[in-house]
């Protein structure tokens, strides 16, 4: 199972990577998380990024491309994977092509931008494991505090309300065009590729049952 989970963000694509990985037993290849992990350790990489992410622009195509060409070569993707927040542009999801790596499947969540931006803004993180919490929709047992560790959660600086807006206006204009790309993909009869959009508004659990039903078809 090779899929892709695409969406604005804020709509709900890393909780649903995590549903899915667990079901398909499959690695997560979350972009946005490996940029993440090079600031953290300090890496030439992370120096070089970490501005363009905060600012919610987009990193350049080559650094996202060596990154995720490396990552599917690893063993552990053999028996598929799921990128989450790649492709994000049309020469990212063209570089796949090149390469020859085929997915299965690519799964739109789509979600209102009133909606987006609450979801993002009341979102709340455990740097060291990565898991997610939000404010309203799935709170922390103590607040702003990790039920595993107990260590105390943060809110992304990206996650701050201009840059959200900023970060809209970047899915907009560079992403969304992957949505017709890829529904045409899905059309030709060349590419074995199926395209479903799903209604991101509900419970994690609900949205979580409309994709594998999905994935199942
Ligand atoms: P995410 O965690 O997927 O929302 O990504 C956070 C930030 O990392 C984005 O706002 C971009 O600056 C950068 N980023 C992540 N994935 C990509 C990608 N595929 N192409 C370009 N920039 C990316």
Known sequence: M???LLGAPGVGKGTQAQFVIEKYA???ISTGDMLRE???TGSALGKKVKEVMESGALVTDEIILDLVNAR???PDCKKGFLFDGFPRTIP????LLKESIHVDHVIEIILQEDDIVARLAGRRVHVASGRIYHNLYNPPKVTDIDDVTGEPLIQRDDD???TIRVRMQVYRKQTEPL??????MSDSVQYSLKYT???GVGTAEEIRDRIFAALSD
């Open 160 to 162: 701050k309300e201009g």
């Open 179 to 184: 949505v017709s790309f890829y529904k045409a």
């Open 2 to 4: 090779k899929l892709i």
């Open 197 to 199: 959009s799903v209604d």
């Open 92 to 95: 990212q999801a063209e570089a």
């Open 26 to 28: 499959i690695p997560q």
């Open 72 to 74: 599917v070569r690893q």
């Open 38 to 40: 090079s600031i953290k």
